[in-house]
């Protein structure tokens, strides 16, 4: 790169060249350029939702999948602003949330968001501030669709809610043990039959707190078996009540597994 210039010298015309040697600055500049497209078709194909958001809160970069799932195009983007995409009950948290990102934070954040027709739907991501000669001139937002976990979560909550009043109303007498022998469930007719309330007895250990000494050996042998995922039926077992009597019950014992399929207790 350079510059020339022409003058006459007796007559004759001189000119002049100066050049610098831009190498190095164009290798640079095309290594940026090359970095930049990498990282765009990067954004572009991934599954989550990644927007870059400017000072003035309008877009300046959004990936596919963001169009997709809000149900915008690239052409409408100029028209509209961060605020046009939030759920109404997020605003206020949201511009505080980008106050502090444009501070130079990097916050997590789980928000609503609303789509182009109307729908609302639940993400979770971070939020990263974009520098320019040392100042923040904008942020990236990536985002995870969350909705469909939020509802399955809410239906899960749900579904075990109604189990816990099943069981705890239910007039057959419920209780269960975790892996140490400690109880952690004991329904209402539970209650009755013993005398002991659900808040006396949770923590303690079933067998020595509860079972008449001559069988104690053969009900931890139960649970034991239980607990290895081994169930018993109809078996008879003795609890103590509050003021020392003995009640015979029938017991099925249950193996109790979480989500995973790892035992965690006894019904």
Request: glycine share 6%; aromatic share 8%.
């Amino acid at each position: 790169e350079g510059s020339a210039t022409a003058q006459q010298d007796d007559g004759n015309l001189v000119t002049h060249a100066f050049f610098r040697d831009i190498t190095e600055r164009e290798q640079v500049e095309r290594a940026l350029q090359e970095s930049e497209t990498r990282y765009r078709d990067l954004f572009k194909g991934t599954n989550d939702m990644i927007q870059s958001v400017k000072m003035d809160y309008r877009f300046e970069f959004v990936n596919s999948s963001w169009l997709a799932i809000l149900g915008y195009t690239e052409d409408e983007l100029a028209d509209i602003t961060i605020w046009d995409v939030i759920h109404p009950d997020e605003l206020d948290h949201c511009q505080v949330m980008f106050a502090k990102v444009f501070e130079g934070t990097n916050p997590n954040i789980q928000t609503s968001l609303i789509t182009k027709d109307g729908r609302r739907i639940e993400v979770r991501g971070n939020a990263t501030p974009r520098y320019e000669d040392g100042k923040v001139v904008a942020t990236h937002v990536f985002f995870h669709d969350i909705t469909e976990l939020d509802r399955s979560r809410a239906e899960l909550e749900r579904v075990n809610q109604e189990l816990t009043l099943l069981i705890d109303n239910a007039n057959a007498p419920i209780f269960g043990v975790d892996t140490d022998g400690n109880i952690n469930e004991w329904n209402q007719t539970t209650e009755r039959i013993t005398g002991y309330s659900k808040n006396e007895v949770l923590g303690n250990n079933l067998v020595e707190t509860y079972i008449t000494e001559d069988y104690t050996d053969a009900v931890q042998a139960v649970l034991d078996h239980a607990l290895k995922g081994v169930e018993s039926n109809n078996y008879e077992l003795p609890l103590y009540t509050n003021n020392g009597d003995r009640v015979l019950v029938l017991l099925n014992a249950s193996t109790r597994r979480d989500v995973t399929g790892n035992i965690i207790g006894v019904v």
